[in-house]
């Protein structure tokens, strides 16, 4: 079986976890092999980076600098390696997340994190330039006020989910800027509809492409 690769995308309260694990369920049902891993994540290193990025001071460049440190270790030792098994990859965030917080959030220069996306994804033994990308990413798209309404009392917030409202507005808009460079990578999916609508909704986007029986 061909490897496959799906990223999940979305504001910080935008409910992608529990969509994830039903996803890995499902794919395993159908008798896949599935990884559910994260981004900043998935490796003993890159879960270093994770706990500074999300916990301690550092300017946007930093940050991107850190994540894509992390998403190096993470596709060298863990997605590379499940792909090229044949393996079902679901990934709580990816590229897109770094476009949308460090870039669209915290105003980091996108050319920049262009020029650092082609240098980390780029498939070890291939040219350079043909760059490792998620086969689906599914947007949970919501409403910045809506997420911080969920958000709202259900744990100490980290960095990022005490920041303001008007950022996760800049944050929403990364995402769509990414949407709109690569749409028929992208379902976005309306996160503002009760949990078993988005679950359909997730699952009707995956069968329209042939991801899922
Ligand atoms: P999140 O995925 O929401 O995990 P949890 O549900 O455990 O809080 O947290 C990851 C945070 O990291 C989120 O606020 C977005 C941020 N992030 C970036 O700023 N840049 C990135 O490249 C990635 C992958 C995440």
Request: charged content about 20%; glycine content about 8%.
């Amino acid at each position: 079986m061909q490897g496959l690769f799906i990223s999940f995308e979305g504001i910080d309260g935008a409910g992608k976890s529990t969509h994830i694990d039903a996803l890995a369920q499902t794919f395993r049902a159908q008798g896949r092999v599935v990884t559910v891993t994260r981004e900043p994540g998935g490796t003993p290193l890159a879960e270093k980076l994770r706990a500074m990025v999300l916990n301690d001071p550092m300017d946007a460049m930093t940050e991107a600098l850190l994540v894509f440190a992390a998403r190096r270790d993470h596709l060298r030792l863990v997605i590379e390696p499940a792909l090229a098994q044949g393996q079902v990859v679901l990934c709580d965030r990816f590229t897109d997340a770094t476009f949308a917080y460090q870039g669209g959030g915290r105003g980091f220069d996108l050319g920049l994190l262009s020029v650092l996306e082609k240098m980390v994804q780029t498939t070890p033994g291939k040219k350079l330039g043909i760059m490792r990308q998620p086969d689906v990413t599914v947007w949970f798209d919501l409403p910045a006020e809506i997420a911080a309404q969920r958000l709202s009392g259900t744990r100490v917030p980290d960095k990022f989910e005490a920041q303001p409202q008007a950022f996760f507005q800049r944050v929403s808009n990364g995402y769509l800027q990414r949407m709109l460079e690569s749409p028929a990578r992208f379902a976005r999916i309306d996160a503002a509809q009760t949990r078993e609508a988005v679950w359909g909704d997730v699952l009707s986007a995956l069968q329209h492409r042939g991801w899922l029986a």
